[in-house]
């Protein structure tokens, strides 16, 4: 009896601490209603390195909650431009920059069809889009610096198209024309490599790590956006999926051998097998728990998701960059270290987008100032081992690679 009243006074005792407790916490404030997810929790253990990304994402009416449209839209956009800069040489043709600078800005219905391997256009399509890649472009930067960053990719436009005007003439030192196979400037510039590169890093790179998987990861996840399926910040992290790849498994088949017939990737995805072989394969399940993590409402696994995405790619980049100066030095003649040369210069301008390591437009134009600026007024013609190696070594100190 003893043990049964100590039992019930016990009992008494915590019913009115606990009622207590609750009564300070309704008098101090409010207690927050609990926030129901929007979706039916995913296991993480479903993520595999073949799942299709948009395979995990259903509603409860067994619609999809994964629109891949506008990202692909804009991928689709940097394949008909970049198809644009290769006709070129490919036709011998002259080239518009206005029709550069419409393809930019999605103006005046500049997209055609176009079917040529893995470059699958539909141009009535991407012209009634309503996305375009110019307002995009180095999006994360201020207003001000961003429009800097558009003119001078448009000035490049222009560039490009004066190099054309000379596509079958033999280049030389001040001489534009054709090296080999690659349409230079003047001062040996290829200009279709510089547009290329720079827009991986200031289109791809810029918006997709800096942008979406930034401060893009704030965005609404409790309610649908108006009209679609999806919550707007399940839609950034779609959109930066789309415009890293057109495909359903990124790299699909791809090994440190060989990239595979399935992985018609092209542009940073294509560079991230490329210089990036250790770590590629874990960008495809890094996205999918990224999403998955969405649907979860998980945001510590998202960040860890994102963070790893962007760090990858920075890595890539970087490595490119070194990758390409090392070819000028091994390139068997002028023509293969004028393109390792293009390639390595649009790939320098692109690291000024590679936050996490720290690098800023003065990184950038630091090393392109050493290898091309007012000290070497024939560009191409005037690099040196010992500019080379400057670059090189700036380039590693700040990524941290040896």
Same mark, same amino acid.
């Given at each position: 009896m003893l043990h049964h009243n100590f039992r019930l006074r016990a009992m008494l005792f915590a019913s009115v601490v606990a009622f207590g407790l609750v009564s300070c916490s309704d008098d101090?404030?409010?207690t927050p209603p609990v926030q129901q997810n929007l979706r039916t929790k995913i296991d993480y253990a479903k993520v595999t390195p073949t799942t299709p990304y948009k395979s995990l994402f259903i509603d409860a009416k067994g619609d999809t909650t994964a629109d891949l449209k506008s990202g692909t839209?804009?991928?689709r956009m940097f394949q008909a431009l970049n198809y644009y800069l290769g006709s070129a040489v490919r036709d011998s043709a002259t080239l518009d920059a206005s029709v550069m600078k419409n393809m930019f800005?999605?103006?005046g219905n500049p997209f055609k069809d176009i079917k040529a391997g893995a470059v699958q256009v539909n141009g009535n399509d991407l012209n009634a889009s309503g996305v375009q890649l110019r307002n995009v472009t180095a999006s994360s930067r201020s207003l001000a610096e961003a429009d800097a960053n558009r003119a001078a990719l448009e000035g490049y436009f222009n560039e490009m198209a004066e190099a054309s005007k000379s596509v079958k003439?033999?280049?030389s %030192?001040?001489?534009a024309g054709k090296l080999g196979n690659y349409l230079v400037t003047s001062n040996g510039i290829e200009m279709a490599q510089i547009i290329q590169k720079g827009l991986i890093g200031a289109?791809?790179?810029?918006?997709?790590s800096n942008v979406l998987l930034d401060k893009g990861l704030d965005a609404d996840n409790t309610t649908l956006v108006s009209g679609k399926k999806y919550t707007a910040l399940e839609h950034n992290w779609d959109e930066a999926f789309g415009l890293l790849t057109p495909n359903p498994i990124l790299l699909e088949g791809a090994t440190g051998a060989e990239k595979g017939p %399935?992985?018609?990737e092209q542009f940073l995805a294509s560079y991230l097998w490329e210089y990036n072989r250790d770590n590629y394969a874990k960008i495809h399940t890094a996205f999918l728990k990224g999403r998955v993590a969405i649907v979860n409402n998980d945001k510590t696994e998202l960040k860890t998701q994102a963070t790893l995405i962007r760090t990858e790619m920075e890595k890539a980049i970087a490595s490119a960059a070194l990758g390409y100066l090392g070819k000028w030095k091994t390139g068997k003649d002028d023509a293969a270290r004028a393109h390792a040369m293009g390639e390595g210069l649009g790939f320098i301008y692109s690291l000024r987008y590679c936050t996490l390591n720290g690098a800023?437009?003065?990184f950038s134009d630091g090393i392109l100032l050493g290898l091309i600026g007012p000290a070497s007024p024939n560009g191409f013609w005037d690099l040196t081992n010992d500019k080379i190696n400057a670059a090189s070594d700036a380039i590693k100190a700040k990524f941290k690679i040896q």
């Open positions: 101090d404030e409010p839209d804009r991928y800005a999605n103006s003439t033999k280049a %030192k001040g001489v289109l791809q790179l810029d918006y997709i %399935k992985a018609t800023d437009p003065n």
